[in-house]
């Protein structure tokens, strides 16, 4: 069986989201997604708009996804791969060449993929940050 691994926040889960885990299911037989614990992400300056517990049950109910673990610090990758006999780490191309990822070849195969154009937790978060009087006026 061929496992693969990839990381991410997973906050406000959209077709980008859908598309790379899908494209990441594809290397392989069994995906396993590190989401990154609402602790971990104090520790990013990131907040995201779903707590953990949120995100890792909307993860848990799409179909190419079949285990979901928590993502505690940045120190873990190398013990993910190992304990879970991982084959390959996939990541946007947005971590093309990190160290964080590129350090864990002598382990496993690493494979950055694109992201989807025009999408992103990002996008959304800004586009949906409308004064509040839009929001409730009426």
Same mark, same amino acid.
Request: net charge negative; aromatic share 10%.
């Given at each position: ?46 907040? +995201?708009? #779903? ?7 909307? =993860?848990?109910? *799409?179909? @190419?996804? %079949? ?28 971590? +093309?060449? #990190? ?7 002598? =382990?496993?195969? *690493?494979? @950055?993929? %694109? ?24």
């Amino acid at each position: 069986m061929k496992r693969v691994l990839t990381y991410g926040t997973f906050d406000l889960l959209h077709y980008g989201h859908i598309r790379l885990l899908k494209r990441a299911k594809a290397l392989g037989d069994y995906l396993i997604v590190a989401i990154s614990t609402d602790e971990f992400n104090a520790v990013k300056g990131k907040k +995201a708009y #779903h707590d953990y517990e949120t995100r890792k049950e909307m =993860l848990e109910a *799409v179909r @190419y996804v %079949d285990l979901v673990i928590p993502e505690n610090n940045w120190d873990q990758k190398r013990d993910d791969v190992k304990n879970y006999h991982v084959d390959v780490v996939v990541m946007g191309n947005d971590w +093309a060449g #990190h160290e964080k990822f590129e350090n864990l070849r002598d =382990l496993c195969e *690493v494979v @950055y993929l %694109d992201r989807t154009e025009g999408i992103s937790t990002t996008k959304i978060k800004k586009e949906l940050n409308l004064p509040q009087d839009d929001l409730y006026s009426k």
